[in-house]
Every structure is written in C-alpha cells, then in structure tokens.
C-alpha cells in the first residue's frame, strides 16, 4: 500500500491509543459536582467547586503546571499530555485540575493537597510517583478525587491523612499497586485525626491493589459504595479495614476474587469498626464486620445501585477518557519529523522521530512499514521512539510514522527511513535466546522448550498446573489472567509457558523450576532443563514469582512483565547455570532478582549460576538488580536501570560481574563489588550514567562472556529507548 492510502487508515488504526476519546457524548457515570462527603456544607466551605470562576489555563510542561498549581486564586488547569515531576507538588486551594482527553498524564511524582481546600482532580493518569500519587493531608478539606487511573506509586495511589475531612474518591481506576489507599496517617494519630478523616469512596474499580482499598483508621465514618473489588488476592491482601476504632460503612460493593473482602482488624492496630451490607460476593472469602457506624445519611443523601450492576456500570465509566468532550477537535497533528534509526540488532531496529505539534497536544504515534501492496501497522508509541522486533537479519525494512490526537485526528505521514539489519552472526537461531542459554553444554545445545510437543491452551489455575508439571515437551499457552493458590508450581523439563496478548499469565503464586532442595553439588540426571518462560504477567506472587534451582539449566526468560511479589521476582540460585533473562519489565517490587542463593552455599553454586542479563527494564526495583554470588561470568548486557534507589548490580561473595552498554539514570548506585558481604569483581564497560547516578564501585577480573557466545552490544546512548519500547509483554 502506498503511504498515502496508509493515511486514510490511521485514524482508525490510532485507535490503539486513542479510541476512549472518540466519541462526544459525556459517559453516563460523569457526575458534575460530587456525591458524599465532598459535597458536604461544612468548615466554611459549602461542597467543592474548585477553580469555578476562576481563569482558565493549558499547560504542557513542568513549569507551566508548577506556576498554576501554586497560584493563590481560582484555576481551572487543564493538563495536556504527560508532565514529568519529581517529588510532591504542593496544591492551593481552589483549584480544579483535569486532563485533555485521555492524554493528561502525571508521571515521576504527585500531588499533594497540604492544608488547603475546595480541589478537584479528574481526569489524569497517574503513574510511577517517586512517593504518593495523591496525598490529602494536614486538615486538607473539600477535595474530590474523580475519574483518574492510578498505578504503579512508590508509597500511597491516594492517602488521606493528618486531620483530612470532606473528602471524595469516585470513578478511580487503581491498578498495579500494592498499597493503594490509606485514610489516617498512623495508630498513633488520634489526636490529629479523631472526629475528621470523613471521606466517600464511590463506583471505584479496585483492579487487583493488594491492600489498602482502603485501610482506615480514627475516621466515622468513611463511606464506600457501589465500588468494584476485583483480584485483590495474595498474602496479606485485603479489601476495605478498619482499625483503631475507626467506623466503616461497606455497602452495595462487587467483590470477585477477593480473599478477604472486608478486615476490623490489621495487623498490630487496634480493631475497628464495619458495618456491611447488601454486598455481592464471587469466589470471595468471608467478610468480617463487627460493631455499629454512623450512617452517611446523616451528612448527605444517595443512592446505592443494585451491586450486581456494579462491574459493568464501573469497568464502563471508571478511570480517563468518561467526562465527554463539549467541542470536537478536528485538527489533525503535524507530521512527525526527522525519522531516524538509533540502533539495530539482527532481529530489531530502534526509531527515534522528533515530537509533533498539535493545537490540544499529540497523545501518540502509530509506526508503520512499508510492505508492497498493504502497509503493516507495527506498534503504537506514547513517546518519540519505538523498538521494531520481530524482524529478519540482513534485510532491507522501510518505516514512516503517523502522528494522532486524543480527538481521532491522524497527522500525513512523516518522511520515510530505510534501514538494513545486520547479519545475525554467533548461530543465533532469530527466534531463540541470546546469552548463555543458548550455549551447548551440559547435554543440552541451547534452549528449545516445548518445541515438537503438543500445545495446549490452559484458562484456568488446575489446567495450569497440570500441564506445566506433565511429562514431555509440551508448549502451554496461557489465556487470561489465572489466579492460582498461594505457593510455588513446579515447572518439568522440556516446557514453554507462553502469554496470549499482552495481560495473561498468573496471581497469586509462583513458579518453580528445579527440584527439591538438596545437599548434592553436582547435577543430578535429572535435573530440570529447557524451559522457556514467555509474555507472561506474574502479579502478587506469595513467595518468588520465578525461582530457578538445584542445577536447572537452560531456562530463558522472556518478555515478561512482573511485579508485587513476596520475596524475589526472579531468583536463580543453587547450582543453577545456562540460564537468559531477557526483556522482563520489573517493576513495583523490592527484592528484584537474586542469583546465589547466600554466602554459603559456595559447595553448590561455585562454577555454576552462568546467568546473561539482557534488556530488561529495572523500574524502580530498590535491589538485587541482580545481586550476585559465586556466578562468573556474569553478563549484564543492555539493561535499562531506572531510579533504583539502592544499588544496581551488586556482586560479591568471589562472583564475577561483566557490566556493559547498560543506561543508568538515577541509580545511587549503579554497581559495586561488595553489597553486604565479601567482595566479588566487575568489569565495567561502555555504560551510560545519567540523572542522579552515583560512581561504580568495580575491580578485580572476570572472565569475557565472548568466550562462552557470541554477541552484539546496542550503543548504552540508546539503550532507553530501546528497552522501553520493547521490554514487557505484548511485544513478539
């Protein structure tokens, strides 16, 4: 297809990002003021009206936003596109900040609401906060919190705390985050927080957040109605609790999946208060409620759907892109400019393009390749970059990009990039493991699978587990998101685990692959080998999310996105060898991945644990990224480590570390030889630092991982764009 006629289908074909904003017509959930506490006549404030009457203002930038948040008058601010911020920006009161289209986004930091009043918040995204994505605290008052999508926060989504009153949170969507809501600071706060904390959360969608839906204390009462729980399973997860006499009105809510609904006491706080009623209940524990709470009623009136309405109702009007849009924008983006290769392997080229313009903000991009008669949509791109995968070595490819609006509009094609990929080199097979994976030892050349077996189709947790445990090759193809009992499955030899789309895989427990833990130190004949782990979502696993042991060997793990486990993420250890990790996405979680089990298990792991590290996203995991013991070499290849507030790679205990062309940005520190116990050696080579990130810590010698594979490094420069684009699932 000519690029021309390409043109006339990106409108719909940008619909990958855009189609929530299509339409005119406000959702039916949209209401114009707030129900509930918000709307409360009370500390002089009567309801919440925000920036109302006040001047109206665009802004697209940090600074802009910063100067409008911070002005003592009425505002209305509309956020076009994404703002990066660090830290908590403080709010004054009245004030109503609400995002363009589905395009208004807040990301790297938060909002906080310090002591003043009558603000409102729609219609954001919320991502990645270094802190709290929302934080209502010290006497805040009138504040409605409505229409937003909020994940993947540091600390809180969104707490109310310090003498807070009057507050609503409707319509949110809360997803990928483990500690979600908080109403009251600490058990110690009553002084501060008695007779207030008044807050109503209504029709939220609670998407798999751990705990904290809220968790609730001092505060009678806090109303929550109409919200749907979904998935919030897990050691120690829980709905809605109370504690330390707080009172806690659950009533009309959906829980589907959820292990323990409701909670009056949490952990070592004093118990609280809950009343519940007219809830429904799916696959759900047994709620708890205890004592009696003053009824809402007595501050405002309401009316509660019927609960089994409620998912539809709130998958349909929760989150961005469901308050409407008044005049309709049909003015297209400029074209993209300056199309460009970063970088390219055998199987993949890096684009980079400069930024369009457009008269309300570009909210993405849709690249193309050109392919005769018809045009190939390859990916969409928030950003001015895209990672092509999939392709073949030593081959010609042409690439034009498409500009489009939160409105639908499409922009004309930008210029057109012809780029050849490089022959693959090494005997890599293009659709198998790079690094020590694909190594010939041990019995094993490379890594292949299920390959030759049958495959299977699995939807629920007993398919799963049985097929991943039966005898043979076997190629299980996981459909949805499975939610399997707390514990760890074991993996046999000769599987591939394979996610359909981009949101299957598992909750709730773990993978194993390797036999039980033994005193042998050598590898026994049937130790587990060839196992291939691909476009999976491990969420809220109770233990490890993957862990690899007792001499399993060739294992590759790949494109996987996983956060919110218990213990590791990803933990190679006792004797473990041959293994690639590849394209993960990890975010969300403390202790990343662990190679060696500890420092004494040198009978086991010495001259094993050969891992290669390769293009993975480390995203504001603190640690073992990876921490090391014993293994050399070690090959850290192409990782892009993001704000890793303690240590990148830290490798000790006589372990040997091979660090090179990675992108450190605001790592403490990138890497060092001695963590919390003996020192091991790195040889540091061709990384990019930027940000806040420290000095390595490196020494000693370590033996070339070019002696066990062949490879090729990216340019560290273009490591970010590159990884960002084409870690995770739904990228092969």
């Known amino acids: 297809m000519r690029r021309t006629t390409a043109l006339a289908l990106s409108a719909t074909l940008i619909g990958g990002f855009t189609s929530a904003v299509v339409a005119t017509t406000p959702a039916a959930a949209a209401e114009a003021s707030p129900i509930g506490f918000a709307s409360v006549n009370a500390l002089g404030q009567n309801g919440t009206?925000?920036?109302?009457?006040?001047?109206?203002?665009?802004?697209?930038?940090?600074?802009?936003?910063?100067?409008?948040?911070?002005?003592?008058?009425?505002?209305?601010?509309?956020?076009?596109?994404?703002?990066?911020?660090?830290?908590?920006?403080?709010?004054?009161?009245?004030?109503?900040?609400?995002?363009?289209?589905?395009?208004?986004?807040?990301?790297?930091?938060?909002?906080?609401?310090?002591?003043?009043?009558?603000?409102?918040?729609?219609?954001?995204?919320?991502?990645?906060?270094?802190?709290?994505?929302?934080?209502?605290?010290?006497?805040?008052?009138?504040?409605?919190?409505?229409?937003?999508?909020?994940?993947?926060?540091?600390?809180?989504?969104?707490?109310?705390?310090?003498?807070?009153?009057?507050?609503?949170?409707?319509w949110n969507h809360f997803h990928d985050q483990q500690k979600n809501s908080l109403v009251g600071h600490s058990d110690g706060n009553g002084g501060q927080d008695d007779g207030k904390l008044r807050v109503t959360y209504h029709h939220n969608f609670f998407d798999g957040t751990a705990e904290r839906n809220p968790r609730v204390r001092f505060a009678d009462p806090v109303h929550v109605f109409n919200n749907y729980y979904r998935d919030v399973r897990g050691t120690d997860s829980?709905?809605?609790?109370?504690?330390?006499?707080?009172?806690?009105?659950?009533?009309?809510?959906?829980?589907?999946?959820?292990?323990?609904?409701?909670?009056?006491?949490?952990f070592e706080s004093?118990?609280?208060?809950?009343?519940?009623?007219?809830?429904?209940?799916?696959?759900?524990?047994?709620?708890?409620?205890?004592?009696?709470?003053?009824?809402p009623r007595t501050y405002y009136a309401y009316t509660v759907d019927d609960p089994n309405t409620v998912p539809a109702k709130v998958r349909a009007g929760a989150g961005v892109g469901r308050l409407g849009s008044p005049v309709p924008d049909t003015t297209p983006p400029a074209a993209p400019s300056g199309?460009?290769?970063?970088?390219?392997?055998?199987?993949?080229?890096?684009?980079?393009?400069?930024?369009?313009?457009?008269?309300?903000?570009?909210?993405?991009?849709?690249?193309?390749?050109?392919?005769?008669?018809?045009?190939?949509?390859?990916?969409?791109?928030?950003?001015?970059?895209?990672?092509?995968?999939?392709?073949?070595?030593?081959?010609?490819?042409?690439?034009?990009v498409v500009a489009g609006d939160a409105a639908g509009n499409a922009s004309s094609p930008s210029g057109a990039v012809t780029v050849r990929t490089p022959d693959q080199g090494g005997g890599?097979?293009?659709?198998?493991?790079?690094?020590?994976?694909?190594?010939?030892?041990?019995?094993?050349?490379?890594?292949?699978?299920?390959?030759?077996?049958?495959?299977?189709?699995?939807?629920?947790?007993?398919?799963?587990?049985?097929?991943?445990?039966?005898?043979?090759?076997?190629?299980?193809?996981?459909?949805?998101?499975?939610?399997?009992?707390?514990?760890?499955?074991?993996?046999?030899?000769?599987?591939?685990?394979?996610?359909?789309?981009?949101?299957?895989?598992?909750?709730?427990?773990?993978?194993?692959?390797?036999?039980?833990?033994?005193?042998?130190?050598?590898?026994?004949?049937?130790?587990?080998?060839?196992?291939?782990?691909?476009?999976?979502?491990?969420?809220?696993?109770?233990?490890?999310?993957?862990?690899?042991?007792?001499?399993?060997?060739?294992?590759?793990?790949?494109?996987?996105?996983?956060?919110?486990g218990k213990d590791g993420l990803i933990d190679v250890k006792r004797g473990s060898s041959y293994v690639t990790i590849s394209w993960n996405h990890t975010h969300n979680h403390t202790k990343n991945m662990l190679l060696g089990h500890d420092d004494d298990n040198?009978?086991?792991?010495?001259?094993?644990?050969?891992?290669?590290?390769?293009?993975?996203?480390?995203?504001k995991t603190p640690q073992r990224n990876p921490r090391v013991r014993f293994g050399n070499p070690v090959h850290v290849l192409n990782n892009y480590f993001y704000d890793n507030s303690d240590v990148g790679v830290a490798c000790q205990q006589q372990a040997g570390c091979w660090v090179e062309g990675n992108y450190f940005e605001d790592v403490e520190e990138p890497m060092t030889t001695s963590y919390a116990g003996p020192k091991g050696s790195i040889v540091e080579r061709n990384n990019h630092y930027t940000g806040e990130s420290g000095d390595p810590v490196v020494g000693g010698s370590v033996e070339n991982p070019a002696n066990y594979y062949r490879y090729t490094a990216a340019p560290a420069a273009d490591v970010k764009a590159i990884v960002t684009q084409g870690a995770g699932t739904g990228k092969i």
């Open 602 to 619: 040198g009978a086991q792991d010495t001259g094993y644990l050969k891992v290669t590290y390769h293009h993975n996203w480390f995203d």
């Open 428 to 564: 890599q097979p293009t659709d198998g493991p790079v690094g020590f994976a694909s190594v010939n030892a041990l019995g094993q050349n490379g890594t292949t699978g299920g390959a030759g077996g049958p495959e299977v189709t699995v939807t629920n947790a007993a398919d799963f587990i049985a097929n991943i445990k039966a005898d043979g090759p076997r190629v299980v193809r996981v459909q949805g998101l499975i939610t399997l009992p707390a514990g760890m499955y074991d993996v046999s030899s000769d599987k591939t685990i394979i996610g359909v789309g981009a949101s299957s895989g598992i909750t709730g427990g773990g993978l194993n692959v390797g036999l039980p833990v033994s005193e042998v130190t050598s590898p026994p004949a049937n130790a587990v080998h060839n196992v291939i782990i691909r476009n999976m979502v491990f969420r809220n696993a109770n233990d490890d999310s993957i862990n690899v042991q007792m001499f399993s060997h060739h294992v590759w793990i790949d494109h996987n996105d996983l956060s919110a």
């Open 339 to 400: 199309l460009r290769s970063s970088g390219t392997s055998a199987t993949s080229v890096a684009l980079a393009w400069n930024a369009a313009t457009d008269n309300v903000g570009v909210s993405g991009y849709t690249v193309y390749r050109e392919a005769g008669a018809t045009d190939v949509r390859v990916g969409t791109a928030t950003g001015t970059s895209f990672t092509v995968t999939g392709l073949s070595p030593a081959t010609d490819y042409t690439f034009y």
């Open 270 to 295: 004093d118990p609280g208060r809950l009343v519940e009623r007219n809830n429904v209940y799916v696959n759900s524990g047994v709620p708890e409620s205890d004592g009696a709470v003053t009824e």
């Open 238 to 266: 829980y709905g809605a609790a109370t504690a330390m006499d707080a009172g806690v009105l659950v009533e009309g809510n959906y829980f589907e999946n959820v292990a323990s609904p409701t909670k009056v006491q949490i």
């Open 49 to 170: 009206t925000g920036g109302a009457g006040g001047q109206t203002v665009t802004v697209t930038s940090r600074s802009q936003f910063e100067a409008a948040v911070e002005r003592t008058d009425p505002v209305v601010i509309q956020v076009s596109g994404t703002i990066q911020i660090s830290g908590m920006l403080d709010v004054e009161s009245d004030k109503t900040i609400i995002g363009v289209g589905t395009g208004g986004r807040i990301t790297g930091g938060g909002l906080d609401v310090d002591g003043t009043h009558n603000v409102i918040i729609r219609n954001l995204t919320f991502t990645g906060a270094n802190d709290d994505a929302i934080n209502i605290t010290d006497g805040a008052h009138h504040v409605w919190v409505d229409h937003n999508d909020l994940s993947g926060a540091y600390d809180g989504a969104l707490d109310v705390k310090r003498g807070s009153d009057y507050v609503t949170v409707s």
